[in-house]
């Protein structure tokens, strides 16, 4: 009796502990270019969800956890995006559909000589993208244009609707992945892989992002998928498209389920609500390039946190004395081609073959937010290996790039990133065990 007494005070003080760490992060840390404050935070972050994954993991503490999960995305419902701009776009793109003016039409830019008096001139200034079209699909428009509904000068405002959707779009999540994991005979308290995971808390409840919403509605149309109600499991496909563009790689995945006649048909089910869901936006063949446009330049231009493109970034330079972009952009679309195939082919099943593809498509991109890989720890309570949840911790090194004005990338973090991750992955297929599989 004393034994349980004490462990339940240890528990309480674990979580109380983490909370604190949590409005540390939220409300006391006053710029992402304080990078010692930002790792320090996520070092206690990470400590404490290992502690609890170890130790307070159990059947007993169950629903005790799952409360804890729902409590830390809560405790950011007032905060201000610490480590994303993207806010400023949102509310920006969501002023311009409620006062109807596509943003698919115009540019930032080009609407700020403009004497509308729902323009927000601090909303601009601090717009990351502002001579780009929008590269956001119509579901996220949607949100973005509820979430502008309090108007000119009440950004507060617009944020915390904003974060009511994506907490709620995040339960969502945690339900789904729940009812996957009693479909495949899995141990409930996996769950907590996700739930507890503090760049899933941080980058969805903290910085708003949308793959919350892309996950939500690609999880329930894997669950539909599994309840062989393909029709459903279409057109929520195409709902997690319409959030986001990646998850059309997994229409493929339908064949292994249902067969190719039956996917075909999916497939047309797919792209007939895709269309009609972007048809409000995109009418004409003009909105639909410069859409394209902002796609292609976003993924031309930019660059962060790659792996295998830095490799090639690095050889081109050393050999050609300038960035082979054009040739190795192609050489990584191929590579993530035969990846996706390998993954198809040699899994057992869907959610395993939709892990190595995202997982193969992020690892060949130039463009690797911390955010990228929140799809990877949804999946990693499914597979048997466990490197993603390393890459949560390692990948927070990359916010060492927002700690100057202009940005500005470490070359030395992402290696010592990418060593620590493959080298895990390798001691994972190696030795054929889990070295962490006492705590999950």
Request: hydrophobic content about 55%; proline content about 4%.
């Amino acid at each position: 009796m004393n034994n349980l007494k004490t462990k339940q005070i240890k528990y309480a003080a674990t979580v109380t502990s983490l909370v604190l760490a949590y409005l540390a992060f939220g409300y006391f840390i006053d710029d992402r270019t304080n990078i010692i404050a930002i790792w320090a935070a996520l070092a206690v972050c990470f400590t404490l969800y290992f502690i609890i994954l170890k130790k307070y993991n159990n059947t007993f503490l169950n629903d005790y956890n799952f409360k804890l999960a729902l409590a830390l995305r809560f405790v950011f419902l007032f905060s201000f995006p610490l480590l994303s701009d993207d806010i400023y776009r949102f509310i920006w793109d969501g002023s311009q559909l409620l006062n109807g003016i596509n943003p698919f039409a115009f540019t930032p830019t080009e609407l700020i000589n403009n004497n509308y008096t729902w323009l927000d001139v601090s909303l601009f200034e601090k717009m990351n993208s502002p001579v780009y079209y929008s590269v956001y699909p119509p579901i996220n428009q949607l949100a973005f244009s509820v979430s502008a509904i309090p108007g000119k000068g009440n950004l507060v405002a617009s944020i915390i609707i904003l974060r009511l959707i994506i907490i709620a779009f995040d339960i969502g999540n945690l339900i789904i992945i729940k009812k996957l994991l009693a479909f495949y005979n899995k141990n409930p308290k996996l769950l907590f892989i996700y739930a507890l995971n503090p760049l899933v808390i941080i980058e969805f409840a903290g910085n708003l992002h949308f793959e919350a919403v892309m996950i939500f509605f690609s999880l329930l149309s894997f669950w539909f998928l599994l309840q062989n109600r393909w029709i459903l499991a279409a057109i929520a496909l195409a709902f997690a498209v319409c959030a986001k563009l990646l998850p059309l790689i997994f229409l493929p995945l339908f064949i292994k389920q249902i067969g190719f006649k039956k996917s075909i048909y999916a497939g047309l089910i797919c792209l007939v609500v895709i269309l009609t869901l972007f048809l409000p936006l995109i009418y004409n063949i003009n909105l639909a390039q410069n859409f394209v446009s902002s796609i292609q330049l976003y993924y031309g231009k930019f660059e962060f946190n790659g792996s295998i493109y830095q490799v090639f970034k690095q050889v081109g330079w050393s050999l050609l004395g300038y960035n082979p972009i054009a040739y190795t952009s192609k050489i990584l679309i191929t590579l993530t081609l035969i990846g996706f195939l390998i993954s198809y082919l040699k899994t057992e099943n869907i959610l395993v073959s939709a892990f190595w593809m995202l997982f193969t498509y992020t690892i060949c991109g130039a463009i690797v937010h911390p955010w990228y890989i929140l799809f990877l720890i949804t999946l990693t309570p499914f597979v048997k290996w466990r490197f993603a949840i390393l890459w949560s911790v390692l990948i927070c090194l990359s916010y060492y790039t927002y700690h100057t004005i202009p940005y500005q990338e470490s070359l030395l973090l992402v290696i010592i990133e990418y060593i620590l991750l493959f080298g895990f992955i390798a001691y994972e297929v190696c030795f054929k065990k889990l070295p962490l599989k006492k705590i999950y």
